[in-house]
């Protein structure tokens, strides 16, 4: 099963932008869908974006249309979320996922594995 880390989070004032990476090792990352998922504190672990294993296929929430980028490096086995525009309702802990299921649309529970999250702040 694949094991992710997630790095680049931290403070940014609103408006600003962050770049989030996530290392995948063991398992084969080339084959998984892969996602970017945040949670705040009191609320749900929520889907933000989603990338088809040949990196051509994304999608996101409507929340963060148009401001956040996914990509994905299949040779460096690594993931990115680049946000821009950020706004003070984006502050949560961001968590890095993995599924094997062949799909942009992806829940919680379609998820294999879990990075253990970057904490993003955006300070209005």
């Known amino acids: 099963q694949v094991q992710l880390v997630e790095s680049g989070g931290g403070l940014v004032q609103a408006g600003g932008s962050l770049r989030l990476s996530c290392a995948a090792s063991?398992?084969?990352?080339?084959?998984?869908?892969m996602a970017w998922f945040r949670q705040a504190p009191g609320k749900e672990r929520q889907f933000v974006a989603a990338?088809?294993?040949?990196?051509?296929?994304?999608s996101y929430a409507d929340s963060v249309k148009g401001r956040f980028t996914i990509s994905r490096d299949n040779a460096k086995n690594t993931v990115y979320l680049q946000m821009n525009s950020l706004k003070p309702e984006d502050t949560a802990n961001y968590y890095c996922?993995?599924?094997?299921?062949?799909?942009?649309?992806?829940?919680?529970?379609?998820?294999?594995?879990w990075g253990q999250g970057t904490q993003v702040t955006v300070s209005s």
């Open positions: 990338i088809l294993w040949s990196g051509g296929t994304t």
């Open positions: 063991r398992g084969t990352f080339s084959s998984y869908t």
């Open positions: 996922a993995a599924s094997t299921l062949g799909s942009i649309r992806l829940s919680v529970r379609d998820i294999d594995s």
